[in-house]
């Protein structure tokens, strides 16, 4: 059963979500779909259902430290099965900018060092370039030596290259992140 706690930040949460995502939270009728094609529900304590309910409750503030919203893969398997159309994956990366901007607790781990080091190569290269994304998500870490074992055969099956990406629009890119940040006022 899903206990909703109404707090001074429910109505804004999702007014919130629903001006970033586009999605109109109230047709969402529960047939659960979305929660048993996720690839992570099993893992994470809460699934893409019950954040859709407890949204559409009138879940506050505190929502925003939910584990699934940042073990969120970004697959979009719960937008593609919904039979209402719902877009769920654009309401998890609400959730995520949100908790960002309202300084919600990170969850436990290292999934936003993992996202600030994706884009920071997406906004270095143009488009994403693995090596340089494992470096800098390493560094942070600090556990340089994890999972190393794996990289020989990922190179030789060609899942990694050793070489920035090419063809990429870089100076499009970087100007849409120049964009972003100014909105945002962050540093450039
Ligand atoms: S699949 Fe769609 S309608 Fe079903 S619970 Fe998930 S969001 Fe709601
Ligand atoms: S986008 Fe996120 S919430 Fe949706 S199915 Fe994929 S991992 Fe699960």
Redesign the pocket.
């Known amino acids: 059963m899903i206990t909703i706690k109404k707090t001074r930040t429910s109505r804004a949460l999702k007014d919130a979500v629903e001006q970033l995502s586009g999605v109109d939270l109230s047709i969402c009728f529960q047939c659960k779909k979305?929660s048993s094609?996720?690839?992570?529900?099993k893992l994470a304590k809460s699934r893409?259902s019950e954040i859709m309910r407890q949204l559409h409750l009138g879940a506050g503030d505190e929502l925003l430290a939910s584990d699934?919203v940042w073990m969120?893969?970004?697959?979009?398997?719960?937008?593609a099965r919904c039979p209402m159309g719902i877009d769920?994956?654009a309401v998890?990366d609400a959730l995520r900018r949100l908790a960002l901007e309202r300084g919600a607790p990170k969850p436990e781990g290292d999934v936003p060092l993992f996202n600030r080091a994706f884009l920071k190569t997406v906004e270095t290269f143009g488009r994403s370039y693995e090596i340089g994304m494992i470096a800098a998500y390493k560094l942070g870490t600090g556990k340089l030596m994890n999972d190393t074992e794996k990289f020989p055969a990922m190179l030789k099956k060609g899942k990694i290259a050793l070489l920035p990406p090419r063809g990429s629009d870089r100076k499009t890119v970087k100007r849409i992140f120049r964009k972003v940040k100014a909105s945002k006022g962050t540093k450039a």
């Open positions: 979305c094609g996720c690839p992570v529900a893409p699934l969120c893969a970004s697959c979009e398997t719960c937008s769920v994956a998890m």
